[in-house]
């Protein structure tokens, strides 16, 4: 910004010593031909292609991978506030706290109505100890956004820390049991975040993730329900729910928690998918093709969405 202030004071002083000067008659620019446009086109599908394996990698954990698919994005479509965004959630996921700074920052000059970067820039600003910028970016995501949960469950803990409480304590566990690779390893850490604070909704959240993967279902079930106790709007803890039903085949209910989920979060690629191969579960062909059809819309290179869609084809087509 601050470049491109610069810039224009030294063309308004340019021009000044030029005020008088008769200027010669533009030339007029010829319309893009099509072959133009028809390779933006391509530049831009690709792109989108691009931007969706990033979303499949970083779900499964291949952050590395992501933001190198983003990174191709980026260099087709470089003011895409969206795709930085998921860049920094990667790279502070890979403990690159002030890279994932710049890339939000990067999306809230682009975008400076963005909800989701205030928030996690202020995530990254707590992160680094700076409260009053944290507390400002919080402000800002909740301007745009009142109900936002993220953003109102990262000030409740800034609150915390601010007031002196055991809140950065268990902020510095939960981070801590995030990095841990073995699923019973984050149990055992989440279980001391929640004997500091009980009501931390994504503690629950997160250790029910590890009690599923260890095949302790019923442990899962409990904890999710927690999270969703003491934060009512919490779409992956939602989502994560709506799971557990359709693992055991109970497809209404989980049909019902991912139109919730989606209610509060419409693009979250996670639900859609889910939703969608609910849906082909119950035998509601037109819906999965109708979901899987939004997914690719949004995320055309997904892979998930892309194999769901094989299957429901072949099914229509029996």
Known sequence: MKRAFVLFIVI????????????????PVAPPTKDL??????????????????IAY?????????VQFWDKALAIIPNDAEVHNFKGMALHRMGQIKEA?????????????????????????????????????YEQALKYKPDYPEALDNKKLLDGVIAGNLARQVFEL???????TDYEDQIVEYQKVLKLDSTYAKAHNNIAVAYFYS????SALYHLEQAIRYQKNYPEAINNLGYLYKVAGNYEIAIKLFLKALTLKPRYAGALNNLAETYYLNNELKNAHRTLNTVL????????AKRWLLKVETKEAE
Request: hydrophobic share 35%.
């Open 12 to 27: 308004l002083l340019a021009s000044s010593c030029a005020w008088f000067k008769t200027e010669p008659k533009p030339e």
């Open 297 to 304: 819309d949004l995320y055309p290179g997904n892979k998930v």
């Open 37 to 54: 446009k028809a390779e933006r086109d391509r530049e831009l599908a690709e792109a989108e292609d691009f931007v969706g394996s990033g």
């Open 101 to 137: 700074l710049h890339e939000f920052e990067a999306a809230l000059n682009i975008n400076p109505a963005y909800p989701q970067a205030y928030n996690n820039a202020g995530y990254m600003w707590f992160m680094l100890n700076n409260y009053d910028r944290a507390e400002a970016a």
């Open 174 to 180: 939960s981070e801590s049991a995030s990095k841990k």
């Open 58 to 66: 970083y779900q499964k954990g291949n952050d590395t991978l992501a």
């Open 215 to 218: 095949g302790k279902e019923d």
